[in-house]
């Protein structure tokens, strides 16, 4: 029997963060720079929002979890286990797009190991996302390479998207200490630092070939604290907006 | 005079009331790809409609949002809309008299009364 608490704590950060940075992404819809760019970007960020609401159903019926709209939108903001990354207010599409191409790499990655998982209600779920993530990297790469050819300043704002989010994207493999340890001896997924080392070598590629500077990881202060409930103050305000809906009528029938 | 255009790419032209030629950059405009959906396998590709977008790889990730999300879809082409060719507007009269040579409707031969006496022939023997 594999460890529930160390499992609760891996499935609940994926899923905050697929929840956080699906409502974040969900902010552009109306104001994409394109019409086309505009449903793409929503409908992606629908499917982050899927993706959390899938792992809450496992914590529900494998973990004996709580109620996935509940637990989405009723916890203290303590009990979120995102990372700052996600929390980051949308910025300029550059940010935004950056962020995307960050995230969904990671994600990718993680969910392709998953598909090995010991623990087995992983194993379908992976495979299920394995089209629609893959579609959300090619769409973040062909903006990527597209928009580091497209001129001085489109070049130069991708740069520094790169340079903010770096150190933040970080923070999506924030080490999970014990827990983490016995979610590795257990088979249940490799690791965080196994996760982040191929995650660089994935975007380094395509960086580099869109002529953009991956910064040092040892230069860079990783963004940590989200995992054990410590968060910018960003998600606060996010939490009250996202949730005021529900709260109005937590026993409602959609 | 406010030429300010809801579309930023039209804004960036940078039009003006005096009428001179405006040089268009490269990438500056966009293509208009047309899209074709494939349902299943095997199938032929049926246009649906089109996306904007800077080049055939947008334009083919932009089509697969726009027309690939609901029914069902196996695969999508993209096609520059200028690298299309076709008939002039005007040339609609080389067309015009399809209508009356009814001759050559598939639907002009009459077969059914050699079937019936086939049948006929074959339930006999």
């Known amino acids: 029997m594999i460890n529930t608490t160390a499992i609760n704590a891996l499935l609940t950060a994926m899923a905050d963060d697929a929840l956080i940075q699906g409502h974040r992404n969900s902010e552009w819809t109306g104001l994409g720079p394109i019409m086309e760019e505009d449903i793409a970007f929503s409908s992606m960020a629908q499917d982050k929002i899927g993706h959390a609401w899938a792992l809450y159903k496992i914590m529900q019926e494998e973990l004996q979890g709580g109620d996935p709209d509940q637990f989405a939108f009723l916890r203290n903001e303590k009990d979120y286990k995102c990372c700052h990354f996600v929390e980051h207010p949308n910025g300029e599409y550059d940010f935004s797009l950056m962020r995307h191409f960050l995230f969904d790499h990671a994600e990718a990655i993680r969910y392709e190991l998953l598909q090995q998982s010991s623990f087995q209600p992983l194993q379908p779920l992976a495979k299920k996302l394995k089209g629609e993530i893959k579609y959300h990297t090619l769409h973040a790469n062909a903006w990527v390479s597209q928009l580091c050819r497209a001129g001085e300043e489109s070049h130069a704002r991708m740069q520094s998207a790169l340079n903010t989010c770096f150190p933040l994207a970080l923070g999506l493999f924030e080490p999970g200490g014990e827990a983490e340890e016995i979610l590795i001896a257990e088979k249940v997924y490799p690791g965080e630092k196994a996760i982040k080392e191929i995650w660089l070598d994935k975007i380094y590629n395509i960086l580099s070939v869109a002529g953009l500077n991956l910064p040092a990881e040892k230069d860079a202060e990783p963004v940590y604290g989200g995992r054990k409930g410590y968060h910018s103050i960003y998600l606060q305000p996010l939490l009250e907006e996202m949730g005021a809906v529900f709260r109005t009528d937590p026993a409602a029938i959609w | ?125």
């Open chain 2, 1 to 125: 005079m406010n030429n300010q255009s809801l579309d930023p790419r039209v804004n960036r032209l940078k039009l003006n009331a005096s009428g001179e030629a405006v040089t268009v950059q490269e990438g500056e405009n966009w293509n208009v790809f047309e899209v074709f959906h494939q349902e299943k396998r095997g199938a032929h590709h049926e246009h649906v409609g089109c996306v904007h977008a800077p080049n055939a790889q947008l334009a083919l990730i932009f089509a697969k949002e726009q027309f690939g999300r609901r029914k069902k879809c196996v695969n999508l082409w993209v096609v520059r809309s200028a690298d299309i060719l076709a008939f002039d507007a005007e040339d609609e009269d080389m067309f015009a008299n399809n209508g009356e040579k009814t001759y050559r409707d598939a639907s002009g031969f009459k077969v059914m009364e050699k079937i019936n006496k086939f049948k006929k022939a074959a339930k006999e023997s």
